[in-house]
């Protein structure tokens, strides 16, 4: 990743997470009251430097009961990948590498390889224009 870019990925990150504070409200009902935790699950940093953990939240209002998380940086409701994996996807394209080969290096299935560069792609398009 570019250092200009990887820079500002980790002022965005620290950005975001200046602005998350307050209480925990449902998404789906904007309930702020009855949300316990609900479990953890894991994401890729966008600074490639390993997983994050990000919590889980059960609304308990009767007529919601939804879960939801919170997520501490701006990108990462749009993608699972990285941006750095993300990047990497679209390099080794640029070499002209065959996607079965990215594939096996990457140890990542065909499918999702075709999803993360067409989503990779649209979200390096958005970073040139801004």
């Given at each position: 990743?570019?250092?200009?870019?990887?820079?500002?990925?980790?002022?965005?990150?620290?950005?975001?997470?200046?602005?998350?504070?307050?209480?925990?409200?449902?998404?789906?009902?904007?309930?702020?009251?009855?949300?316990?935790?609900?479990?953890?699950?894991q994401r890729y940093e966008f600074s490639c430097q390993g997983k994050i953990r990000i919590q889980r939240f059960?609304?308990?209002?009767?007529?919601?009961?939804?879960?939801f998380s919170i997520l501490p940086h701006p990108f990462l409701r749009f993608t699972r990948f990285s941006l750095?994996?993300?990047?990497?996807?679209?390099?080794?394209?640029?070499?002209?590498?065959?996607?079965?080969?990215?594939?096996?290096?990457?140890?990542?299935?065909?499918?999702?390889?075709?999803?993360?560069?067409?989503?990779?792609?649209?979200?390096?398009?958005?970073?040139?224009?801004?």
């Amino acid at each position: 990743m570019p250092h200009q870019l990887q820079n500002i990925l980790l002022d965005l990150n620290e950005i975001a997470k200046k602005n998350q504070t307050g209480p925990v409200a449902c998404h789906w009902c904007n309930n702020q009251e009855n949300i316990i935790k609900y479990g953890t699950y894991q994401r890729y940093e966008f600074s490639c430097q390993g997983k994050i953990r990000i919590q889980r939240f059960l609304c308990k209002r009767d007529q919601c009961r939804r879960t939801f998380s919170i997520l501490p940086h701006p990108f990462l409701r749009f993608t699972r990948f990285s941006l750095c994996l993300l990047t990497v996807l679209l390099q080794l394209l640029d070499q002209q590498m065959p996607i079965t080969q990215i594939c096996r290096r990457l140890a990542i299935g065909r499918t999702r390889v075709y999803w993360a560069i067409k989503k990779g792609r649209r979200i390096l398009d958005w970073i040139d224009q801004e």
